[in-house]
């Protein structure tokens, strides 16, 4: 009879710690994932806002100085009489238009229809530019 109330007295004891250790990973993992959620977030905001402030402010720190290259209007562009080389998203790379004055970080609003529809400017704040497969539409 003893021996009975023994092995049950143990067998609860390991199951409180079992659910304790659950109960701390469970915590443990939350934690983690919010953490690296926060990480990446506040780095893409901070990335933005470089790329922001670089596009107004130029080497002089005077904002909108033509003498920086940088230009009072932004708008989508692409200056064409200038080259760069490009990492595609296979790694290779690839020599791409553009310049010192673009505006890699807008798109075009709205696409421009000849025969079809073509976006002037994607967004390319990276500098990968991704190779899409050619479709029938």
């Known amino acids: 009879m003893i021996l009975v109330v023994a092995a049950l007295v143990m067998l609860a004891?390991?199951?409180?710690?079992?659910?304790?250790?659950?109960?701390?990973d469970r915590v443990a993992a939350a934690q983690i994932t919010q953490n690296n959620i926060d990480v990446v977030a506040n780095a893409t905001v901070a990335y933005l806002a470089d790329v922001l402030r670089n596009d107004v402010v130029g080497a002089s720190g005077v904002a909108l100085n033509t003498a920086d290259h940088v230009e009072a209007i932004d708008y989508p562009y692409t200056k064409s009489s200038a080259s760069f080389t490009v990492k595609l998203a296979d790694g290779s790379t690839r020599t791409a238009k553009g310049g010192q004055d673009d505006d890699t970080?807008?798109?075009a609003t709205e696409p421009t229809s000849s025969g079809s529809i073509n976006w002037p400017h994607v967004t390319n704040l990276n500098g990968i530019f991704l190779r899409f497969p050619k479709t029938n539409q």
């Open 105 to 107: 970080w807008l798109a």
């Open 13 to 24: 004891m390991l199951g409180m710690a079992y659910l304790q250790v659950a109960r701390l």
